[in-house]
């Protein structure tokens, strides 16, 4: 299909056909609801197969996933339907440059399981506040960086993904967006709730297949249509709307033109939207704190049943990291090719008639070439893919953020809370989320000119590069301690949170009407300020432990890079704060003796809450438990295939960096 562009511009396009009757025939909906059970078959089984009655069970799946579903899961939770919306959005305004924030995450990966992981097991953690907890003592660091992480699950986790897939929804059923919402809501927090972090694992693996194999599909349609790379890359430097006036004023070329350099991954430093210095620096920091100290992530490598497996885990997602490209940003860029009007409307009131948003429509990319292009049936299979991207993600979130308030707030609030009231709590906690993240839609809604990816990239450098080096720094330098790690990190946080801040309040500005923040705040890109941001707040944390005393070695081994070996006991900073609330031990409760009703049976039974009393375990089984929990021992064969294939997945990198650059 090739693209002309009129040289007399109307004066605007007509209201188009809402496209929601293309999915009301019987092969979608069988489609669909064929999909709804599958994956509540498989959440059953889940739910059935492990135990939910502990803390250990519910939250790190007993400590035996295999490797497979540990890398199925780290890429169905990254790849949610933001990355789907969001990644082709900035595909269509900008081009291939947005691939660098997803390749970054093959790289660290890596990091996660050859560096970071095995602290994290021989810690003995459930959680990254826990650890920093462990490894600096004090209670005020654990609770102000678990508080961040929830604000940060809000801000732009939950939220991104509310938002990108009730936008789907909206364009595929024609139901408003927040009934969208609240109904694909009730669903995820179902299987949340009830399964826990084995089922959350299994229904992930289950829909990254569905993703995979809907994604190749459409990408495959999308091709044949317009004819090719080669023809890709000719039409989309002339993919322009036809609307490029608002009553007597022209817009500039620049609002509208695809960018010169749209075809190179590493785009201009200086002019560039996406320029490469801070996608390679810049982001590759904040996807530090995201890969390897963020709950949802590490969280999944934490439930192997050994190292590893985690590593083959890793190596899988690291391997999947390569697809985005081919299945998101190369779709959405072949989108605005097709839908000029629509994708990449520039005039307010076109973008408001086509998507509803005044800022820009550049996030309907993906969802447009679906039901446009593909058949009955198939039309199908894709909503279950976006509703499967959206689930795996949000479960995800969920289980996490979950686990994060029970051990790290909630225990700090009721210091004898039982097992089951943990458990109970971490379920309703879940609700709080809920309401939380859809209050906060609307900011995502106006974030970065309605680029949904941009939006996300901007908040993660404002919170995530103090978290950053604050782990970076305990894992690899023994003589930080708590106070420059909770300085540094609350330093980093005002000057973070005081970007964010003044964004919300002037906006991002579009071309038409650019931001009027003070350019010393927001006159930079957000992935340069992530870089100074990181720096500012090593300085700061090395500053101040520097001046004041280090924590001695007996209360750090096996708790940093440098003692990482040590068969030395460990004397905890705060060991009262290490009792019978360890992960996975049950704490003996008085339940009453009289059965409960059949009601009470089924509910217990759904929530994992059921009593199950066995052997009470010897203090010499306890012992042995807890090593085999802590073990970061592996055979020395699957120990030399899992290195060989880290260095495959770096090569695939690194080649295709230089093929594309």
Not at 163 to 184: P, T, V
Not at 262 to 279: A, C, N, V, Y
Not at 492 to 500: C, E, H, N, Q, S
Request: aromatic letters at 10%; charged letters at 15%; one cysteine or more.
């Amino acid at each position: 299909m090739d693209v002309t562009v009129s040289p007399n511009v109307p004066a605007g396009t007509p209201t188009p056909p809402h496209p929601s009757d293309r999915i009301k025939n019987a092969a979608d909906i069988s489609v669909i609801v064929i999909y709804f059970l599958v994956v509540l078959a498989v959440g059953i089984w889940a739910m059935l197969k492990t135990s939910r009655g502990t803390v250990g069970g519910f939250f790190l799946a007993g400590r035996d996933m295999a490797w497979w579903p540990i890398g199925a899961s780290l890429f169905a939770s990254n790849i949610g339907s933001n990355s789907f919306v969001g990644l082709a959005g900035t595909g269509a305004a900008s081009g291939i440059g947005v691939t660098l924030i997803e390749t970054n995450g093959l790289f660290l990966v890596l990091v996660l399981g050859w560096l970071f992981v095995p602290i994290y097991i021989k810690a003995g953690v459930v959680t990254m506040p826990e650890y920093l907890m462990k490894r600096f003592g004090g209670k005020r660091i654990q609770i102000s960086f678990s508080i961040l992480s929830l604000f940060s699950c809000v801000a732009m986790k939950i939220s991104a993904n509310m938002f990108s897939g009730a936008i789907f929804i909206n364009l595929a059923l024609g139901l408003d967006i927040y009934l969208a919402i609240l109904i694909l809501l009730v669903i995820t927090a179902f299987f949340t709730m009830a399964g826990g972090l084995a089922s959350v694992i299994y229904t992930d693996t289950l829909q990254t297949v569905i993703m995979l194999v809907g994604s190749f599909i459409l990408t495959g349609y999308a091709f044949a249509e317009i004819g090719g790379y080669e023809a890709l890359t000719e039409k989309y430097m002339k993919a322009i709307p036809s609307v490029i006036t608002d009553g007597n004023v022209t817009l500039n070329p620049e609002c509208y033109m695809p960018k010169a350099d749209s075809f190179h991954l590493f785009q201009d430093p200086i002019t560039g939207e996406l320029p490469w210095p801070g996608m390679l620096i810049g982001m590759n920091l904040i996807s530090l704190w995201y890969w390897c100290a963020d709950q949802v992530i590490v969280q999944r490598c934490l439930s192997g049943k050994n190292l590893s497996h985690v590593k083959g885990g890793c190596i899988l997602c690291g391997y999947l990291k390569v697809l985005p490209f081919f299945l998101m940003v190369l779709p959405g860029m072949i989108s605005r090719v097709l839908y000029p009007d629509e994708v990449t409307c520039v005039v307010p009131s076109e973008c408001e008639k086509h998507c509803g948003n005044s800022v820009g429509c550049t996030n309907i990319a993906y969802p447009k070439l679906v039901l446009e292009l593909m058949p009955n049936g198939l039309r199908g299979l894709m909503l279950s893919t976006m509703l499967a991207s959206l689930m795996s993600s949000l479960t995800s979130i969920f289980n996490s953020a979950s686990t994060l308030f029970t051990i790290d707030i909630y225990t700090k609030i009721r210091k004898q809370a039982s097992e089951r009231e943990l458990l109970i709590a971490g379920r309703l906690f879940i609700i709080v989320l809920i309401a939380l993240s859809i209050a906060w839609v609307p900011i995502v809604q106006m974030g970065q000119n309605g680029e949904l990816i941009q939006y996300v990239g901007s908040i993660s450098s404002y919170i995530g590069s103090p978290i950053a080096a604050v782990f970076l720094l305990a894992v690899f330098y023994k003589r930080v301690n708590e106070k420059g790690a909770f300085w540094g990190l609350i330093f980093g946080l005002v000057v973070g949170l005081t970007r964010m801040i003044a964004e919300f309040a002037y906006g991002t500005g579009t071309c038409m009407e650019p931001s009027k923040c003070p350019k010393i705040i927001c006159g930079w890109h957000y992935s340069y300020f992530a870089i100074i941001l990181f720096t500012l707040t090593v300085l700061v944390i090395l500053g101040v432990s520097l001046m004041t005393k280090p924590i001695p070695d007996v209360h750090l081994h096996r708790l940093c890079w440098a003692l990482r070996n040590s068969q030395e006991e460990r004397i905890d900073l705060n060991p009262e704060q290490y009792g019978q609330q360890e992960a996975g031990e049950q704490v003996e409760e008085d339940d009453p003796e009289d059965s409960p009703g059949c009601f009470k049976r089924t509910w217990n039974a759904f929530c994992g809450l059921e009593s199950k009393k066995g052997p009470k375990l010897t203090e010499e089984e306890e012992a042995v438990l807890k090593k085999k929990l802590t073990d970061t021992s592996e055979i020395p064969f699957w120990r030399n295939i899992v290195n060989v294939n880290a260095i495959l997945v770096m090569a695939v990198g690194i080649f295709f960096y230089g093929y594309f650059a």
